[in-house]
């Protein structure tokens, strides 16, 4: 009996090697494929058309900050849109992280191959990430083998789901997202194993904390998912316990990321909130749309066999059938997310239900539907197995894991096709750019000017042209001019700041708009033609290089009026009117309490400098300016940089206010005489106190004993007896 005990054994043991080495290989391989694919990413240093510009910008800046001192979580962007203090509003972890990591390895590798050696990374090692979370969620090997092996197979529309789509060079950018990915799949697993087995309550708090300032509207999106987990399998004897484990996860980890989300929440009212955004971002697409695209695979299998689709349809009717706790789980979770992803027209007055809904795009939520389907696809590779009868059966087990591979073909060759044609374009961009010694001659020749905005056209109009002569759509020298790190006038990328919206309405015919804006320069094709109040620079055989007239960074303006206004939405129509208008022209500007609780004329006209005023001197740094001003009379001085209520002036040393003015530029009141003004961005005086109280009670949460709440118990029964035993005494 002993021996055909170990002989069963030793069976089993064969059978789980090989199985498992199966499953291995079956994960390794769209690894292998993303490896190869994507090395461009890691290896081409060129110009990104989205927003990873934005995002390596982020980097550098926060670099930079670093260096002069400055506080790396808030600080002042500059270069596009008239600047914005980017990390007092955006989820800055990830980009922080590279900045550590170039630290850490004392500058031997640069900023920018450490941002997309991150990326590449990432992107590659997303298989590992599904499969040890889905065994966290108690999903049995094979599910979980089977839902990594699909996880980075996905193809969409540029859907902006978890399709490579959304992160690659010819795709969008999307940086954070690749973070929130890994992480949501992992926040899932801390919280099934804490609310299901009352474990991990440490390991969930910090990754719930880590996904919270790496993207916030997917933690908000893992909150609902918790609500899901938590009534999932609840009763009465588990209700207490759960709701208090969740709580306590809750409670630490928005404590901990209170500096990320209070300072933006009290200041959300300076974030850009465009009213050009497109409206299916706001309100996505409806269930008609959606569930066409579900049913005819485009959701998952974009141009190609609907092989994840099928995979897709078999986990669900392996939900159903097999009633396995986590895959009912999963089939739930995609269900709700998919009427989520509906949208604001068929959920209709449901959608003001969700807390925040006026700020959530709705579009984005197809994360949330693909997160839900990678585990019902793991279902049903698993449901395939089963049909096989693979349990001892090393044949069938291969002949299953052969099944898989071959129908994970397609999906295969698609994904390296996309990205194969991603590194061609790479290639001839960086080779368009780096045969065109004309660019590199003026961006040089800019270097050496003194310091003011560049103009290189817009999308609708001659700045499309100046596309390095790529035959595809590709970098434009907009797009270039910004990764080379100047102030620009440009088409917005993430368009943050309240100006950002009115560089659409541009008009590079008008004197007045150079000098509203500050561009001092223009790169444009020769046959282009200006005004002559523009000086030519510098000519060569395909572009021209303009100065355009400009007052400086600063100047006195008067002030046509002081009005309150309650809102964004009453708040740009009115700068859209003034930018367009006479007033930069007569430097007549509109002072404005923004935001106020009533609309209101606070008060009247305030005089302008005399004889226009001088600016002698001007200093333009990152997030400083220095001038040294001159007017006989008391008046007002613009500094051409988005308003904030961060910006601190002081004149001659001494303090002074700072208030908003059209479009939306900050302005203080200087006295008669010769000045010396300083304007200096400071960071959110919350921010730090905040950060620090984070950066504590995470450290607290990691070194606390793992046994505490058992040493907690113990000691709140020990002191139960010795009360009970002085009362009986």
């Given at each position: 009996m002993t021996d055909r005990f170990r002989g069963l054994r030793s069976v089993l043991a064969d059978y789980l090697v090989v199985r498992n080495t199966a499953l291995a290989l079956l994960v390794a391989l769209p690894m292998s494929v993303h490896a190869i694919g994507l090395l461009p990413e890691l290896t081409l240093r060129v110009p990104n058309v989205n927003d990873d510009a934005e995002h390596l910008l982020f980097v550098q800046g926060a670099s930079d900050?670093?260096?002069?001192?400055?506080?790396?979580?808030?600080?002042?962007?500059?270069?596009?849109?008239?600047?914005?203090?980017?990390?007092?509003?955006?989820?800055?972890?990830?980009?922080?992280?590279?900045?550590?990591?170039?630290?850490?390895?004392?500058?031997?590798?640069?900023?920018?191959?450490?941002?997309?050696?991150?990326?590449?990374?990432?992107?590659?090692?997303?298989?590992i990430t599904v499969f040890w979370s889905m065994r966290g969620m108690d999903f049995d090997p094979v599910a979980a083998a089977v839902g990594a092996a699909a996880s980075s197979l996905i193809a969409t529309n540029y859907l902006y789901g978890f399709d490579y789509e959304s992160y690659l060079w010819r795709g969008f950018g999307l940086y954070t997202q690749i973070w929130a990915m890994h992480l949501s799949f992992i926040t899932l697993a801390c919280l099934w194993r804490l609310l299901k087995y009352g474990s991990g309550l440490r390991r969930t708090v910090v990754v719930l904390s880590v996904l919270a300032v790496s993207h916030l509207l997917y933690a908000y999106m893992m909150v609902v998912s918790a609500a899901v987990i938590l009534v999932w399998g609840v009763n009465r004897s588990n209700v207490r316990a759960r709701i208090g484990h969740l709580a306590a996860a809750g409670v630490l980890?928005?404590?901990?990321?209170?500096?990320?989300?209070?300072?933006?929440?009290?200041?959300?009212?300076?974030?850009?909130?465009?009213?050009?955004?497109?409206?299916?971002?706001?309100?996505?697409?409806?269930?008609?749309?959606?569930?066409?695209?579900?049913?005819?695979?485009?959701?998952?299998?974009?141009?190609?066999?609907?092989v994840?689709?099928?995979?897709?349809?078999?986990?669900?009717?392996?939900?159903?059938?097999?009633?396995?706790?986590s895959a009912l789980f999963a089939l739930a979770l995609f269900a709700i997310w998919l009427v989520l992803y509906f949208g604001r027209a068929t959920l209709g007055p449901l959608a003001m239900l969700l807390p925040l809904q006026e700020t959530l795009l709705f579009h984005r939520f197809i994360g949330g539907v693909h997160i839900a389907a990678i585990m019902l696809m793991g279902v049903g590779g698993a449901a395939i197995f089963g049909l096989l009868r693979t349990r001892t059966s090393l044949p069938r087990t291969g002949l299953a894991v052969a099944a898989i591979a071959i129908a994970l073909a397609p999906a295969l060759k698609d994904r390296y096709t996309f990205e194969e044609t991603n590194g061609i374009w790479m290639r001839q961009t960086q080779a368009a750019i780096d045969a065109d010694a004309e660019m590199r001659s003026l961006v040089a020749a800019l270097r050496e000017l003194p310091a003011g905005r560049v103009y290189a056209g817009l999308r609708s109009n001659w700045g499309e042209r100046l596309d390095f002569a790529i035959p595809f759509r590709?970098?434009?020298?907009?797009?270039?001019?910004?990764?080379?790190?100047?102030?620009?006038?440009a088409p917005p990328f993430g368009g943050a700041s309240l100006n950002s919206d009115l560089q659409f309405d541009f008009?590079?015919?008008?004197?007045?708009?150079?000098?509203?804006?500050?561009?001092?320069?223009?790169?444009?094709?020769r046959d282009v033609s200006f005004p002559s109040f523009m000086r030519v620079l510098q000519t060569t055989a395909r572009y021209t290089l303009y100065a355009a007239p400009s007052s400086g960074h600063a100047e006195f303006v008067a002030l046509t009026g002081r009005e309150s206004v309650t809102t964004q939405a009453k708040l740009f129509p009115r700068n859209r009117a003034f930018v367009n208008g006479s007033g930069p022209g007569e430097r007549a500007y509109l002072r404005w309490n923004y935001p106020a609780p009533v609309d209101s004329v606070v008060s009247g006209p305030v005089a302008g400098c005399a004889n226009g005023g001088e600016l002698?001197?001007?200093?333009?740094?990152?997030?400083?300016?220095?001038?040294?001003t001159s007017c006989p009379g008391a008046a007002t001085l613009v500094i051409k940089e988005t308003f904030h209520p961060n910006w601190r002036a002081t004149v001659d040393g001494n303090p002074a206010e700072t208030f908003m003015v059209s479009p939306s530029y900050v302005g203080l009141s200087v006295p008669p005489g010769d000045h010396f003004v300083t304007v200096q961005y400071r960071s959110t005086p919350l921010k730090t106190p905040l950060l620090i109280v984070g950066a504590v009670l995470l450290i607290a949460v990691v070194a606390a004993r793992r046994d505490l709440p058992t040493l907690v118990r113990a000691r709140v029964a020990s002191v139960d007896r010795w009360v009970r035993h002085r009362a009986r005494r």
């Open positions: 900050a670093l260096a002069r001192g400055e506080n790396v979580v808030d600080f002042w962007v500059p270069e596009m849109d008239e600047g914005f203090p980017e990390f007092l509003y955006y989820q800055n972890l990830p980009h922080l992280a590279v900045v550590a990591l170039h630290r850490a390895l004392l500058g031997t590798i640069d900023l920018t191959t450490v941002f997309n050696l991150v990326r590449y990374l990432l992107l590659v090692l997303f298989p980890a928005l404590t901990i990321t209170t500096w990320m989300w209070l300072p933006y929440v009290l200041e959300r009212a300076f974030l850009n909130a465009s009213p050009y955004l497109l409206q299916e971002k706001y309100a996505s697409y409806g269930a008609g749309t959606i569930l066409g695209w579900l049913f005819t695979g485009e959701l998952t299998d974009h141009g190609r066999l609907p994840l689709a099928a995979l897709l349809a078999i986990g669900v009717a392996g939900a159903v059938v097999r009633r396995a706790p590709s970098v434009h020298a907009y797009q270039y001019l910004v990764t080379e790190r100047f102030r620009m006038l008009n590079d015919q008008s004197e007045a708009q150079y000098d509203l804006y500050n561009v001092r320069y223009v790169i444009a094709p002698h001197y001007e200093r333009i740094q990152p997030s400083r300016f220095d001038f040294l």
